[in-house]
């Protein structure tokens, strides 16, 4: 069974991770190489690294973190920002990345992703938007890292995307970021309606159910998250977990921690265990694992 | 034997991520399109992101064509293609026209369809049914999970040498025409990438190396 994926996106800023809010205020986390090597460890099923500052200053990919960031890594990381080239995708694959999102290049100049997913193929490409409401509350797509209005809605800029070669589409609600509030579930629907390619929905995750509205009722195939993995430990297994506790059965929980007998409190978190079970956590013996 | 993997360098392959798995694991290893170095080295591994003919271009550029067939056909050296790696092991593809490729197992490439139940490119982990465990699933478990990302697949123009020695050792579970691994002889190829597969993938590369006879610095 092809399972849904719990995807983490690590917005870098000035080099580091940071915690985006609502496109505007940004809280460092960390080191990017530490934060892909604890989600690859914690059996996240993708790794999403933009580099939000790359297009707005005008340079190319930082070729030398990506390289960094993927030593430790052994899940799939697609990488965005600043690509406008072949040649960037082609040095961002000999980094470690194994695909790259285009946001900004769809806008300034869209034959490139035709290029692109003829040289890569198509599932090498990702093209990522920002929607937000208009000034009439319609929702539309934003470039330039949400500021200005493209004038085309979310449906007609999927289509193109699709159209113009891209594998997969990744929507962000402007509004939801960082809001902990939920995806945007009539926002992804219409999208993931739209395309018959897989679509990654980004922007609102604040609990494990928001995950579950999004994969059920928002009908994609992956949901996508940056704050909300941040300074939780195991969080991405913890979501899974949660899950796979409230009925989806199409979830990767094969780690050697899986949370499997957990309980969960209101806000969705891992319930305090017994104080029997937690006396002999004291005598357990954890083999690392030897392949 | 100098106990040496080549990651085959064709510019179209995420080498880096390979590289990454096979020092996790202790391997030596190059990756080069060198003559010399493919000459030299014991195993292969063909990684791949890219299009078909895009990779057959590169490989007819840098002349790797002959030289590649003469070290795993003629010399039965053992090759690990990966995803677009193994699909240009077969004879053709449809990917953006028709387009000859190796020729080293007999069959074809070409494009999924889309349902309503299954969108392509095909995304994400999924698992396999194994029908022949050694050597490359030796380690694996029965819910094994592999990354897949693509949107052609290999489709086998022969069944292989009988039930013992099947071509197809492994398909997809959802899509049952989905071929996820072959063998034909010293010749391997899977439609995952188990550079990007977490532990299951490690195991794999593990076996596989183990089959060869490749030593580790781990072990």
């Given at each position: 069974m092809l399972k849904k994926r719990i995807i983490a996106c690590l917005t870098v800023k000035n080099g580091l991770v940071v915690q985006s809010i609502g496109f505007k205020q940004y809280l460092p986390v960390g080191r990017v190489a530490i934060a892909v090597e604890f989600l690859s460890q914690w059996a996240i099923d993708e790794i999403v690294l933009l580099d939000i500052d790359a297009s707005r200053e005008g340079r190319r990919p930082d070729f030398d973190m990506i390289k960094n960031a993927s030593r430790r890594n052994s899940v799939p990381l697609t990488v965005g920002g600043g690509i406008r080239t072949i040649d960037d995708i082609m040095r961002l694959i000999h980094s470690g990345a194994d695909k790259v999102s285009l946001n900004t290049v769809f806008f300034d100049n869209p034959d490139f992703i035709k290029e692109a997913s003829r040289v890569f193929?198509?599932?090498?490409i990702v093209v990522s938007g920002d929607a937000g409401k208009n000034k009439k509350g319609r929702y539309e797509i934003y470039s330039r890292s949400g500021l200005n209005p493209a004038g085309l809605d979310p449906a007609a800029w999927a289509r193109k995307a699709e159209e113009l070669g891209a594998g997969e589409i990744f929507i962000n609600s402007i509004e939801r970021d960082g809001s902990k509030a939920g995806f945007d579930i009539p926002l992804i629907r219409e999208v993931s309606k739209t395309v018959s390619i897989p679509v990654i929905a980004c922007g609102g995750a604040g609990h494990p159910k928001h995950f579950y509205e999004a994969l059920t009722a928002g009908g994609v195939s992956a949901v996508c998250a940056g704050n909300y993995f941040h300074f939780t430990e195991h969080s991405p297994i913890t979501t899974k977990a949660y899950l796979v506790r409230h009925g989806l059965k199409d979830i990767r929980l094969d780690s050697y921690a899986n949370y499997k007998e957990a309980a969960f409190t209101e806000a969705g978190r891992i319930a305090k265990m017994g104080e029997d079970y937690l006396a002999d956590l004291m005598f357990e013996f954890l083999p690392e694992e030897v392949i | 034997m100098n106990n040496e993997v080549l990651i085959v360098d064709y510019e179209v392959g995420n080498h880096q991520s390979v590289a990454n798995a096979l020092a996790r694991l202790g391997y030596r290893f190059k990756i080069s399109h060198e003559a010399a170095a493919i000459a030299g080295a014991d195993v292969y591994i063909l990684p791949g992101v890219g299009s078909f003919p895009e990779a057959m271009k590169n490989l007819d550029r840098l002349n790797l064509v002959g030289i590649l067939k003469e070290q795993v056909v003629t010399g039965k050296k053992p090759v690990l293609g990966i995803c677009l790696g193994m699909q240009i092991m077969a004879d053709s593809s449809e990917e953006n026209g028709h387009h000859e490729g190796l020729g080293w197992v007999r069959g074809t490439v070409e494009k999924l369809r889309a349902d309503n139940a299954f969108r392509v490119p095909h995304v994400g982990w999924n698992d396999l049914r194994i029908m022949k465990k050694d050597p490359l699933f030796t380690r694996s478990g029965d819910s094994s999970n592999f990354y897949f990302n693509h949107s052609y697949y290999f489709i086998p123009a022969g069944e292989g040498r009988g039930p013992d020695e099947p071509l197809v050792t492994a398909r997809c579970r959802l899509c049952e025409d989905v071929v996820a691994a072959f063998q034909q002889d010293n010749i391997f190829g899977v439609q995952f990438h188990p550079e990007k597969s977490q532990s299951c993938g490690l195991k794999l590369f593990r076996s596989f190396f183990n089959h060869c006879g490749i030593k580790s610095s781990h072990a």
């Open positions: 193929g198509v599932q090498c | -």
